[in-house]
């Protein structure tokens, strides 16, 4: 027992550890519950009577230089460990958190969105990759229109009822018509994709609120009312709308809408190149063939449509020149609606 007792002093003597798990290793290994000088304690109760007073003792300092032994290597390791690691000065001021601000698109977007909830509409959201049939077909497209054309659309597939993505929110009203009870009365934001060359004053992708009313009676005068409401919340009460008879497939008639220039009160500025008119939305009576292709009874029910893009809204309300500066994400350029929004 003498033996055994030096030769684990010197070994606890030359004992190192990198981690505190070492440690841990060690301290089961010696005094755990089958560690070796606790078994040494348990063989010491064989021992003569004449000799338990010096292997007593031996064991004792055994016992003593492990468990300090094991104290002295923890204390290095967690020394280590503060030296090596991140070093951590809880005395010095914190990084400054730079919050980020909403993007200007979302913000008109949402303003767009809740003018039209005051007045009764609910949102309604659909796919952007459609089909052919969503996108034009139940629309009144006539199958040689030109916006069908690959030019101006995306392409996923072709077959019968291509996919593609969708080049108006449009496809949504008519997913909308489709399915909900009458009347309707939607709003429907999105993204939309069309083949185009980006320039400052057009995108491959833009966003849109498209709007759709449906019930019994719906009139034109209903239409003008509901978009000169709009525009007076969205510009201010002094704005003046005027329309212009257009053409879209599914509408009939239909009309461009623009506004009294906010910018010149209508006296005529380089925004609204000197006419006094922005031109905002366009817009008409749903076309009878649109509602026979959702199944909807164009003898009762009558409805008006309109569709604005998301980013000449804001062009025009914040006086942005250039479309790109919105997508570009130029945090310059986005600091400075901080203040704005
Ligand atoms: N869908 C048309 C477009 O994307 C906008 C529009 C919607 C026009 C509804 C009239 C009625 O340009």
Request: net charge negative.
């Amino acid at each position: 027992m003498k033996q055994r007792i030096e030769e684990l002093l010197q070994e606890i003597q030359e004992l190192k550890a990198q981690k505190l798990q070492d440690i841990e290793e060690y301290r089961i290994k010696l005094l755990g519950k089958k560690g070796s000088i606790t078994k040494l304690f348990e063989d010491f109760r064989e021992v003569l009577p004449e000799q338990k007073r010096e292997l007593g003792q031996k064991l004792n300092t055994l016992k003593n230089l492990a468990s300090s032994k094991l104290e002295e290597l923890k204390e290095k390791v967690g020394e280590s460990i503060l030296q090596n690691g991140p070093k951590s000065d809880f005395t010095k001021p914190g990084d400054k958190f730079d919050l980020g601000t909403r993007h200007p698109i979302s913000v008109t977007r949402e303003e767009i969105i809740s003018i039209f909830s005051k007045f009764g509409y609910a949102v309604a959201e659909g796919p952007e990759i459609e089909d052919d049939w969503h996108v034009f077909g139940a629309l009144n497209f006539p199958p040689e229109h030109p916006a069908r054309d690959m030019q101006d659309t995306f392409f996923i597939s072709q077959s019968d009822n291509p996919v593609l993505l969708r080049t108006h929110t449009s496809s949504v009203q008519v997913r909308a018509m489709e399915r909900m009870p009458l009347p309707i009365r939607i709003v429907c934001p999105g993204r939309v994709f069309r083949n185009e060359a980006i320039s400052a004053r057009a995108h491959c992708i833009f966003h849109q609120v498209e709007g759709l009313y449906i019930d019994k009676n719906v009139s034109f005068a209903d239409l003008k009312q509901a978009v000169l409401l709009f525009a007076k919340e969205m510009f201010g009460e002094q704005t003046k709308i005027r329309m212009r008879p257009s053409y879209f497939p599914f509408t009939e008639p239909s009309a461009e809408v623009d506004v009294s220039c906010n910018i010149c009160g209508g006296k005529g500025c380089n925004i609204c190149k000197g006419t006094g008119w922005l031109e905002i939305m366009g817009c008409g009576m749903v076309d009878p063939n649109v509602l026979e292709a959702s199944g909807i009874d164009p003898k009762v029910y009558s409805g008006f449509a309109f569709g604005m893009g998301v980013e000449r809204i804001a062009m025009l309300k914040w006086q942005v020149k250039d479309l790109r500066l919105y997508f570009e994400n130029d945090v310059r350029f986005l600091r400075e609606f901080e203040t704005v929004i």
